[in-house]
């Protein structure tokens, strides 16, 4: 069996998959990976991988051909997507088997290539983040991709959780991974720039800058902590200012090309 994976850029999966769908009737596989969003075909009589690299156009980044085993299991072995975060919690996808290490392990899929299964730098950052902070009240993650951090912060005994995102489809799919993880949140479809967080002690965002922005002005003097992250450079700073002007400073900065700081208000 062969087995063709493209990585596309993050914000071109649905056209990618628009192009691709029509000719791949067996499925597309997708699945966050460290730089963008894989797309993975199985099939004894795939489409030329030229043919599918024309089709992604100027958003591939990467191509990889290869063979796949028959057997299920042994695919599921091979190419399974799963992570160990802080030597804490385990994560994979529901194709992958399940950790070996003993940790507690959540099951994160990721539908049409909803963010946040733990792939990411970003992500893994900031659920090391979230393991630190001692649970206590309401939890919101905005921007919940498909829901890693919620999920996370339900099973760590945060309640209530709220998991936020502007697209129908990281809600859709934050749905489906708390139901798989017999866990309870509130997952809702909202747009940031135009409605405030909830009232939660702690909060992760990992949103564009701009909506960062309109974060810090809406925040709710309940909230204590603020995980920081999916911006860089100058507009770091330009964010931290606008938390700090809501009265929370700095306390911990992780990651290198992607960082992430923990943000908590003065006494």
Known sequence: ??????????????????????????????????????????GEDLPARAELEALAGDALLAVVEDDAPGDLAERRRR?????????????????APPS?????????????????????????????????????????????????????AARLGFAPVFAIDHEARSVEATVHNAERNGVT???????????????????????PPDVHRRVAAGLAPAVVHVIVSGVGGEDLEDVLAAYADAGLEPVDRRGTAWRTVLLERRA
Not at 129 to 151: K, T, V, W, Y
Request: glycine residues 10%; proline residues 9%; negative net charge.
């Open 1 to 42: 069996m062969k087995r063709i994976a493209l990585t596309v850029r993050p914000e071109a999966v649905e056209d990618v998959l628009d192009e691709l769908l029509p000719l791949l009737p067996q499925g597309v596989h997708p699945a966050e990976v460290a730089d963008g969003i894989e797309l993975a075909v199985y």
């Open 79 to 95: 190419f399974g997507h799963r992570w160990e975060v802080a030597g804490r919690m385990a994560i994979r996808a529901s194709d």
């Open 100 to 152: 070996e290490s003993g940790l507690p392990e959540l099951v994160i899929d990721s539908p049409a290539g909803a963010f946040g299964t733990g792939a990411h730098p970003t992500t893994r950052t900031c659920l090391e983040m979230l393991l630190d902070i001692e649970p206590a009240g309401g939890f919101a993650d905005l921007g919940c991709g498909a829901g890693l951090l919620a999920i996370a």
């Open 185 to 207: 949140l509130q997952a809702l479809q909202v747009d940031l720039l135009t409605a405030d967080p909830p009232p939660a002690p702690t909060i992760a965002a990992n949103i």
